[in-house]
């Protein structure tokens, strides 16, 4: 059981660049999300979605767009990266979103902006 | 809107000694508590949760929190931590839903030989 699965483990851009973050999960969850992890912040929210073809966003979704045209993925798309998006992003899941279901986490895509 | 502070960022502790990491709250409304753990490399995993009911709550890895309501506290002990339990631990706090699970700004344990 694969669990939540993110690709790349690493990536390197220019300012400017676009790219897509991967992010599938196996469990048949209906909760997905996408997180940033900075020195000293914590986690901060960034996109989540409640089901296929519903998202909304996060506490810094700025810079960043999501879809989620499946139960099982939901990319994160930087259209044009900048410095201040170098950092650690994680997708995590739930079967609904609710407090009692914990978030399943992938290890993580670390983002270098030059 | 809610907040979570984790006192420490860094506690370095002897093997076989005893830990305890803070972590303290607010909100306007009833909570929901986590704590969630990240080994390097990693992405977090949850160490144990309270949702209601008692207040002290056992977690994996023989950790254990205590939800304190009046000093609005959800701290975490272990009587004796190994090597392996050298991670960053967040705290984090949930008013309703996942999308409203708010994180700490974690504390790396350091367990030393």
């Known amino acids: 059981n694969a669990g939540v699965t993110q690709t790349p483990k690493f990536q390197v851009l220019k300012t400017g660049q676009s790219m897509t973050l991967q992010c599938a999960q196996d469990?048949?969850?209906?909760?997905m999300s996408w997180y940033r992890q900075d020195p000293g912040m914590g986690l901060r929210l960034i996109h989540y979605?409640?089901?296929?073809?519903?998202?909304d966003q996060g506490e810094v979704p700025n810079g960043y767009n999501v879809s989620r045209s499946t139960t099982e993925d939901f990319p994160l798309r930087l259209l044009s990266a900048a410095p201040s998006q170098t950092s650690v992003y994680f997708c995590?899941?739930?079967?609904?979103?609710?407090?009692?279901?914990?978030?399943?986490f992938g290890n993580g895509t670390r983002l270098t902006v030059t | 809107a809610q907040s979570v502070t984790q006192l420490d960022s860094q506690v370095p502790v002897f093997e076989e000694a005893p830990v305890e990491l803070r972590c303290n709250y607010s909100?306007?409304?009833?909570?929901?508590l986590f704590w969630y753990v990240q080994y390097p490399n990693q992405g977090l995993q949850l160490l144990l949760k309270?949702?209601?009911?008692?207040?002290l709550v056992k977690g994996i890895n023989g950790f254990e929190a205590e939800f304190n309501k009046s000093q609005t506290s959800f701290h975490l002990r272990k009587p004796s931590v190994h090597i392996s339990d050298t991670a960053e631990y967040f705290c984090?706090?949930?008013?309703?839903?996942?999308?409203?699970?708010?994180f700490g700004s974690g504390t790396q344990l350091t367990v030393l030989p």
């Open positions: 309270y949702l209601s009911g008692s207040t």
């Open positions: 909100s306007s409304v009833s909570v929901y």
């Open positions: 469990m048949n969850h209906e909760y």
């Open positions: 984090a706090v949930s008013a309703g839903s996942a999308r409203q699970l708010t």
């Open positions: 979605s409640v089901g296929a073809g519903i998202t």
């Open positions: 995590a899941s739930s079967p609904t979103g609710g407090d009692n279901s914990p978030l399943h």
